[in-house]
């Protein structure tokens, strides 16, 4: 996808809701654009981690050709950011990629790239039309970076952190909220993990990498060096790999 872009002076906050963590900072390339990628960052889904974890790889991205979508969401926990939780961090999402049909881009290639909880909320947000909720800008395609794939499987990570999301420990009945109960996915999905991950086992990508493909679905692990935020670091050879996979996705 090519689209001609404007001068990047630095981000534009656009609001598509009423709350203060209903934005996302938008991000133009110098020149054309190679498309667009929604960049949703992690922190288990908790309120005192933000958007700002996402703005070195959205100015990245930008500098490498690709209009970048910073989005914030509702997070679990009170005060600032809060709020979130199912289903209002899942309508967040939801409502923060359709809001890129009124920004004037053309929304061909909508590649969601998201870290940890983003991660999980990336290939969600793939399947979201199938379960309940808008789709105006479909997705065409996901990297998870270190993604909470599995929310019964990761029951046990971080203090309760999936249980602080649903409300409730996770079971089948959560799978309009699950990525691995949601296969197979019409979008690919590559699964960029480092096997030295000590806060997300990349088990959780091996295994849903593997299911998807037994459910004839498009899938791909990518083991990569850095722990679990090697693949959040611009400067990291993560991050390079990454670049290379959204390369492909331009030929």
Known sequence: MRRRGEPSGGPVRHAYGDDPSQYGE??????ESRGVVVVIHGGFWRARYDATLGGPLARALAAHGWTSWNLEYRRVGTGP????????????VAAGIDHLELLGLDTSTVVALGHSAGGHLATWAAARGEHGW?????????ISQAGVLDLRAADPLSDGAVRGLLGHPPTEADARFDPAQQLPLA????????????????ALSRDYVQRAGAA??????????????????????????????????TR
Do not use: Y
């Open 26 to 31: 938008l991000h133009l390339p110098q020149g």
């Open 81 to 92: 950011g809060g709020g979130g939780g199912a289903p209002a961090t899942f309508d967040d």
């Open 134 to 142: 808008p789709e105006r800008v479909p997705l065409t395609h996901v």
């Open 187 to 202: 979008v690919p999905v590559w699964c960029v993990h480092a096997p030295d991950d000590v806060d997300v086992p990349i």
């Open 216 to 249: 004839g679905a498009q899938a791909h692990l990518v083991e990569v060096t850095g722990g679990h935020f090697g693949v959040i670091d611009p400067s990291s050879p993560a991050w390079a790999r990454q670049l290379e996979i959204l390369d492909v996705l």
